[in-house]
């Protein structure tokens, strides 16, 4: 056995260097490649389809809630940039430029997308003419581009992936409503289809997406205590229908300006993933977006062989025709050497039929997340996976929150915040007064930011880590990706 484990040892453990077990992982897991491209990545097949089947959960809930997709230009002029200065500001540092095209110099710079706001504004003035045509309620599955100094494989990439809602409504009330709740969808999703717990809140003036009114996020903690945005909604109020001059008729037969939101997650969830449950022996993936669920391994000597697969193969039909993702692996390798790649590789449930077991009409169950071997019927097999798939997912959401709870405080100043994250890691909650040069003090002294002012915070703070005064807001600090 000891054989069959060594590829384990090529994984760093996550006490030693986070940052390089986690690279390990992902590439010994083979969900992503490095490209030749600075900061860019091949996403594999293992990694582009949780990517998928996070695409396939969220887009239901989305048009559930009455959305519908579109897709807008990759390129987007450099005079819209220019309509809403505060958002230009915002991405200007990462934009690219596309300056020269056919051989031939551009008349204007076409940037190519960090985001959408810009384009889609230019598209709902041309399309928006009467209250009868609100809300608006599109959404884009896209590639966006972000020009990124530092990167990190998933988590900040120069190209990912995303999804974007862009939604125009009639008064301010209806466009709140439309961001609270993309919001809601966002944190349902978090939890009860990766199984991250998440801290939802509003987030400070200074960390707001450039242009908004408003900005809520949704926050989780991976295991090295540092925090991941996980999700985003946004009020912008009708600053760019403003700049672009998206009017509507009112019942009352006025113009109007608009109410616009945004909102978005991108492949950034499939690094919070892996960041979140994973342990030394590598991935733990979330049964609802993995790519293969169950794997069924066949054992026992060369004699019994055939019988064993003819068994297997009868229950695989029968698990597949239930739509559970499985496979079975019968290739020439030791059950053992198995054993460690779909431990590693993060697959929620393990199935072994040996001649023994055929003898019995059983099968063995072995979970991921718990090491739990449970021998059940044969009869039963598709009732007992799906039941180990529930109990791994609730089991996942439970030792995350445990450790997220384990490794957040409550502090009064700012030195005893310096004390907490050099001793541990993890978020605080904080008073906060509520003025700029405060927040960027405890950036500037810790490397934390705030993460966002929770809607529902533990213990509501009284006073002002930094300066002492009554304060505004009790917010969470945590230093991020």
Known sequence: MSKDKQFVKEITPQQEDFSRWYIDTITKAELMSYSPVRGCVVLRPDGYEIWELIQRELDARFKETGHRNAYFPLFIPESFFQKEKEHVEGFNPELPWVTEAGGEKLEERLAIRPTSETMIGHMYANWIQSYRDLPVLINQWANVVRWEKRTLPFLRTTEFLWQEGHTAHEDEADARRETMQMLEVYREFAENVLAIPVIVGQKTPSEKFAGAVDTYSIEAMMRDGKAVQAGTSHYLGTNFAQAFNIQYLDRENKQQYVHTTSWGVSTRLIGALIMVHGDDRGLVLPPKVAPLQAVMIPIGPPKTREQVLKRTDELFAELKRAGIRVKVDDRDQSPGWKFNEYEMRGVPVRIELGPRDLDNGVVVLVS??????????????????RKMLEENHKLMYERALKFRDEHMTDVDSLDEFRSFLEEKRGFALAGWCGSDACERQVK???????????????????????????????????RSY
């Open 444 to 478: 500037e002294e810790t490397g934390a930011t705030s993460r966002n002012i929770p809607f529902e915070p533990k213990v509501r703070k009284s006073a002002c880590l930094v300066c002492g005064a009554p304060a505004a807001h009790t917010v969470v600090f945590g």
């Open 368 to 385: 991921r997340v718990s090491g739990e071997k449970r021998t059940v019927e044969q009869a039963n097999i598709v009732e007992e996976v």
